[in-house]
């Protein structure tokens, strides 16, 4: 099995109480698909600009991962520099914002990976998200991330997507946003009502929810003690679940739970690093090793 993102590689300028780190390899696409190949084969589908360096791209395939949707177009590539300040480093503060190429090109899905049956639309403007997914020939499993700038300008053609995807994963303050409820539980229960059949909401350091018609839980997140760079959690989070679920037999109440772990698990190595330092050189031992901690921690 196979997994397609379609997202953002960028190249993200980061300052933290830990330090200050420029043009790092960052974006939704990047993030999500370098915990999602620790599962599963995972396809890119992205636009970057000619001054993307050619290092990246020799990383990216080298870590297995598909760029045949990749494509290099005249202009910039997507910059996105932000601050994380001390005591709040579960909110980015952005410093600025050079869209580039991604104002004026479309991610385009080779003709080889039209028949992928399992993607993720990573963050990304809803018209864009539903153009692409329409060139997919009838995908079995087709999930989602939008974020707060989408709710607020786009929110037609968010809802007329949400009819079309199975999973949502999103984060709290987005889900209130987007459903217009208070509690958490209430929203998980609203975003279900608009179309998907499964609602994952991200807490940050406070955990994850899990919402649909029968199966509903909640798990804790991994303790971390020291949060170095939060960039990028939220889709390393994103990545962790499909890619489990992608490889998964079946998905049920035991196999969500376990894609929903791993996610956490490989999420928490991210914010130990600036950028990809930590995932990059992840490996399925060091999962596993925490994950063993993990579950130690759930027992009663």
């Keep these: 099995m196979s997994l397609m993102v379609l997202g953002t590689v960028a190249l993200d300028t980061v300052k933290t109480p830990c330090g200050l780190r420029k043009d790092m390899l960052g974006g939704s696409a990047t993030h999500f698909a370098m915990s999602a190949s620790l599962f599963t084969k995972v396809n890119l589908a992205a636009v970057i600009g000619e ?11 080298n870590k297995g991962i598909n760029l045949k949707s990749l494509s290099r177009e005249k202009g910039s590539t997507f910059r996105w520099a932000g601050e994380y300040k001390q005591g709040d480093l579960n909110t980015a503060c952005t410093l600025n914002t050079k869209l580039g190429v991604i104002v004026n090109c479309l991610p385009r899905l080779d003709k080889s990976q039209k028949n992928i049956k399992n993607v993720f639309l990573g963050n990304y403007d809803p018209d864009i998200q539903y153009c692409f997914l329409k060139e997919l020939n ?3 499993f087709v999930s989602l991330d939008t974020m707060n700038l989408w709710i607020h300008n786009k929110i037609k053609p968010l809802k007329r997507l949400l009819k079309k995807v199975h999973l949502i994963i999103i984060n709290d303050a987005e889900a ?15 975003l279900y009502s ?11 350091e406070h955990g994850c929810l899990f919402y ?4 509903f839980f909640v ?17 390393t989070f994103a990545g962790g679940v499909l890619g489990y679920l992608v490889k998964s037999p079946r998905i049920n109440e035991a196999s ?5 772990s791993y996610a956490t698990i490989i999420s928490s190595f991210n914010v130990e690093g600036f950028g990809l330092t930590r995932t990059a050189i992840l490996t399925k031992q060091d999962v596993g090793q925490r994950m063993r901690r993990f579950k130690q921690f759930l027992r009663f």
């Design 138 to 140: 009838h995908p079995d």
């Design 256 to 260: 969500l739970k376990m894609a929903l």
């Design 212 to 215: 649909s018609k029968h199966i």
């Design 176 to 190: 209130k946003d987007l459903s217009g409820e208070d509690n958490i539980l209430k929203a998980a229960q609203r």
């Design 219 to 235: 798990l804790p997140a991994y303790p971390v003690e020291k949060v170095i760079d939060p960039t990028g959690a939220g889709d």
């Design 51 to 61: 001054d993307f360096p050619a290092k990246h791209l020799t990383f990216l395939k």
């Design 194 to 204: 608009y179309g998907p059949r499964m609602v994952i909401i991200k807490k940050g």
